[in-house]
Structure formats: C-alpha cells, structure tokens
C-alpha cells in the first residue's frame, strides 16, 4: 500500500473539507459579530470597521475614496476568495464534474431555478416600494461554506451524491452571482482603465497559451488586474474571478490535481486562507448588526422579509421542482443514492445564502445616508432569518430522513473506489 505521505491530494476532497471546516468558523465568526455590535463594544466595533480610514485615496469610477478597513476587506481580501471561485469553477469545467455537457445539466438548471425564484419571492414581497428593486438579487445566492459546513455535521448520513451535487449547484450559483456583480453592480465606467484591464488579461491569455507557468507571474499581473478593474469602476472581486481563467491548468483525467499544475497548486495553498481566514474576517466584518434599535415593524418589513422568503422558499422551491422535473422528463438522472427527502433537504440548506448575499447587499444600497445604512441593515436581518432558518431545517430534514435502501453499500464502494485512485496516485508518486 502507498503511504498517504506519497499521495497525490484530491482538489474536491481538500475542497469539501477545508469548506467544512471553514463553514464552522464562519459561523462562530458571525456569531461574534452580532454579539459584539449588540454589547457594549458595539460603537468601537462600527467605528474600526466604517469610519476609520486606512490608505491613499484612490478614485474609484467616477469617486474619489479612501478606503476604510470595511471596504479592504469587501475589495481586497474577497478579491482572493473570489479568485479561487474562478479556479475551482475553471477546475471543474476543464477537467472535473462539470467537463461535459452531460455533467453540467442538472446542476446548472437547478442553479438557474434556485436564482430566479427568489428573486421573484423577493420582488414579489416587495413590490409597493421601488427603493428595495435594487436588492433582488441578495437572496439569488449560496453561502457554500456555511452549507457544507451543515452538511458536513451529519457525517455518513449524508450521500456522496448530495455533497457532490450542492458543491457543483453552488459553484454554478458563483458564477451567477458574479455576473450579476459584474452587469448589475457596475456604474461609472472609467474606459481607459477598463481598456488597461482588458490588456492585462490579453497578456495573461498570451502567456497562457504559450505554456508560460511561472506562478509568481500570474500573481503580479493578477495584483495590476485588480487595481485596474478597481479603478476601472468595476467591482473589485470581478478581477479576481478573471484573473483565474487565466491560469494553466494540466489535465489529469479522474484525478484533477496534478502536481506541477499552476492552478492546482494555487487552489490548494489559498483554500486554508480562504476557509480558515478571509471567509471568516469578511464574516465577522459584515454580519455585526445592531437590532436594538430596529423594532419588530423593521425586523418584519417588506425588505427584510422578502430576502427571508426569497432564501427560505424560493431556493427550495426553485432547486427542487428543477431537479424533480428534470428526472421526471428524463433530461437527468436523480442523485445516486439520494432519496427525494434528503434532496429537498440540500435544496432547502441551498437557502444558506450568507456570504454572498451580505456581499450583494453591501452593492445593492450603497450610501452612508441614514436610510441607506438603514437598508443595509434591515438587509442584514433577511439574510440572518433566512440563512439560519434554512440552516436549521435543511439540517433536521437531513438528520431524521430515512435513507436510501442501498446507502450503505453504494457509500462502501465510493470509498473503496476513492481508495484505489488513491493508491495508484501514490505508486505513481513513487515513480
């Protein structure tokens, strides 16, 4: 047998383990956050975090700013968490579960379903008021690290099937937000910095198919790239996704973690940091909201409670009747393994929606007027209501379902199947 030191890792595995874990951490981080900004410490907190300035001025789009540490972390650190989005979405597309066609059909129709439907939720709920427009797309997306961190509190009794599927419907869902950041949330377009970006992922496309895989190249363009796109008035984090289709990737069929691959070796040295740091810092940074001043009219109003409806029901709602009607119509298989309640379950943990709308939020209302500030954080409390509450149920549905006939033996051979590619990876390494 080879020796797990001699191993070549597996990207998913790492992957769905450093997510896990991180997704734990961020939910301590966030539980600190709005214990902090609800005791004493709450003003220090607000001030560190919106009101002290750190840096140059720097004119962004058409507004000249100095950057407080809210706004590095929003611009800067999520720049790299949205840099490894675009390797792991590259990783799969080019060489993983989304290669095909085939592969990509369920998980991008259910992605699809499970943005559209709570963005009609959210804009159905709050019609009567054209200011909360702005915020539809707050409850279109997944939070990955807070779902499979839920997910992975239920152990074996969760089907290989159904994290592997959440994985490839969140990552989808990445995508979707992206676009919408980048389409949606853009105004005050500097052209010559637009023009200066497109030049640097020109270089970066050149140097790629010319199979230049020096890493610490692809890093200093990546760093020029997301200053120009900051300046270009384009968000920031979008660099970071770009920048990420540009790195080499070497195919490895049914194993994607070759080792002298760029892009295989960045996935896995920033996936800790993301997991274990940024995702937690942005965590702690942006879900600190103080509700002692908001009563239940604020707690139960229509922005609030149509981001809630949107995470809660039109996630679920979307995610499933997508899945349910593509097996029925034969367009895809249902989940290996699965039973129809354990789906519902992951289409419902779907409605964990907490990094990525709490970032989408922040672009929705932007302002440091009072009403803004306070749509922001009656934002705030949709995106809790919502996220815990398909926390919570997605996990007992999970917990108390029965499973599958042959979960057992459909898990053993998965396992069996994984430890073999293992250990031809590792005499492979021996030679």
Known sequence: MANSSTRSHSAL??????EAAGGVLLMIAAAAAMIIANSALGETYDYWLHKFKVGPEIMLGAQLKKFTIHLWINDGLMAIFFFLVGLEIKREFVDGRLSSWEKR????????????????????????????????????????????????LLGKRAPTSLKLFLVTVAIVDDMGAVAIIALVYTDGLQTVWLAASVGILALMYFLNKSKVRSIPIYLILSIILWYFVLRSGVHATVAGVLAAMMIPIIKTPGAPDAKNSPLHILEHAIHPWSAYLIIPIFGFANAGVNIGGLGLNEIFSPLPLGIAAGLFFGKQFGIFSAVWLAVKFGFASK??????????????????????????????????????????????????????????IGFLLLKFAPLHSEHDTIEAAENNESDTVEMSEGKGSKE
């Open 13 to 18: 595995r790492d992957f769905l383990q450093s």
């Open 105 to 152: 059909r369920l998980p991008f129709i259910a992605a699809l379903a499970g943005m559209i439907a709570p963005a009609i939720v959210f804009l159905s709920i709050t019609s009567g008021n054209p200011a909360f427009t702005n915020g539809w797309a707050i409850p279109a997306a997944t939070d990955i690290a807070f779902a499979i961190g839920v997910l992975a």
């Open 335 to 392: 989940l290996r393994g699965a039973t129809w309640v354990q789906i519902y379950g992951v289409a419902m943990l779907c409605g964990i929606g907490f990094t990525m709308s709490l970032f989408i939020g922040e672009l929705a209302f932007v302002g440091n007027d009072a009403y803004m500030m306070k749509l922001r954080e009656e934002a705030k409390i949709g995106i809790l209501m919502g996220s815990i509450l398909s926390a919570i």
